[in-house]
């Protein structure tokens, strides 16, 4: 089992450019969520899926944030166009039904 | 989801036990206690959960007062590697569209 695995590990982009996140879930688990970690506001969750529908999505800054999970092995987070206020480490996790959480290592997204 | 209290921060001395505390004295009948741990530069880490008997895995127990307002997270023996941010949540994490909503957590130290 690899876990959850999210990439890139590190990502240095200009203000204005598109960002996209990547995360590949544990196989057979059917609920994927997206968070974000910064300093100042902690973890936040931004969206989650569940059987590849997005069933909560409130958290989700604004609209330059879209997260899309195709199939059951694929999810990506793309923020268009980043801002230097996007910086932070955007981890992704997966579950199957009422288990624990699997995080992923996370993304570290710097904007400059 | 019921809001949690926990301590900012605590101590514990190498190879002995370490007990975090938490409060949540609006839980609700269908929510399980869940802990998580962050240790630096990590996606958190399942810990343990439960509804309302104690239990116990390989990495901790967990203790669940009679009313459920409040439960303990019992490190048995600390090591320097158990030094991370620990969280404790309580969400209706039987269905399938259980979502974590992480606070600040307790930062414990283990000093050798």
């Known amino acids: 089992d690899a876990g959850v695995i999210q990439s890139p590990r590190h990502e240095v982009t200009e203000m204005g450019q598109e960002v996209t996140l990547r995360c590949k879930p544990i196989?057979?688990?059917?609920?994927l969520f997206w968070y974000r970690q910064t300093m100042m506001r902690g973890l936040e969750l931004l969206i989650y899926f569940n059987n590849n529908v997005p069933i909560d999505d409130s958290g989700m800054p604004e609209d330059r944030f879209s997260a899309k999970m195709p199939n059951a092995s694929f999810s990506t987070l793309k923020i268009q166009p980043s801002e230097p206020r996007d910086s932070a480490v955007y981890f992704c996790a997966s579950r199957r039904d009422s288990y624990g959480y699997t995080f992923g290592s996370g993304t570290r997204l710097t904007v400059v | 989801d019921a809001k949690t209290t926990q301590p900012t921060s605590m101590d514990c001395a190498e190879g002995r036990a370490a007990n975090l505390p938490c409060n949540h004295s609006?839980?609700?009948?269908?929510?399980?206690v869940y802990w998580y741990r962050q240790i630096h530069s990590q996606g958190p880490q399942y810990i343990i959960h439960g509804l309302k008997n104690n239990e116990t895995n390989e990495m901790a127990s967990l203790i669940i007062t009679e009313d459920r307002k409040s439960s303990t997270l019992i490190l048995p023996h600390a090591t320097l590697r158990d030094t991370a941010v620990y969280y404790c949540i309580v969400t209706a994490g039987g269905t399938s569209y259980g979502k974590l909503t992480f606070g600040q957590g307790t930062i414990l130290t283990v000093h050798p």
């Open positions: 609006t839980i609700s009948g269908n929510e399980y």
């Open positions: 196989s057979g688990h059917n609920s």
